[in-house]
Nanobody, 116 residues
Framework: QVQLVESGGGLVQPGGSLRLSCAASGTAISIRAMGWYRQAPGKQRELVATADNGDQTNYSDSVKGRFTISRDNFKRTVYLQMNNLKPEDTGVYYC??????????WGQGTQVTVSS
């Protein structure tokens, strides 16, 4: 059973930093890309950042220059370093992985709250 387990969310003041982690387990099937999405209250889920196997990354305009996505392919883990956090970054952050053969899977989500 494929599992994506996120960690690292929490409450932080504006201007602060958090690092999210997401580890894939339950299958040895290769991962083509991993990424992070978020959903704010009352809004649709939106892309934050993705990283494919060619180390190509893609960021939402709203987080460029503040967030950095990285992968450890041996550990099958993706990270999201979030700096200079703003209240509008508040939401539930979901890990996403696209596997060969078995398609796309999602984590359960981790809450990030940016508030003074």
């Amino acid at each position: 059973q494929v599992q994506l387990v996120e960690s690292g969310g929490g409450l932080v003041q504006p201007g602060g930093s958090l690092r999210l982690s997401c580890a894939a387990s339950g299958t040895a099937i290769s991962i083509r890309a991993m990424g992070w999405y978020r959903q704010a209250p009352g809004k649709q889920r939106e892309l934050v950042a993705t990283a494919d196997n060619g180390d190509q990354t893609n960021y939402s305009d709203s987080v460029k220059g503040r967030f950095t996505i990285s992968r450890d392919n041996f550990k099958r883990t993706v990270y999201l370093q979030m700096n200079n956090l703003k209240p509008e970054d508040t939401g539930v952050y979901y890990c996403n992985a696209r596997f060969s053969l078995i398609g796309e899977h999602w984590g359960q989500g981790t809450q990030v709250t940016v508030s003074s």
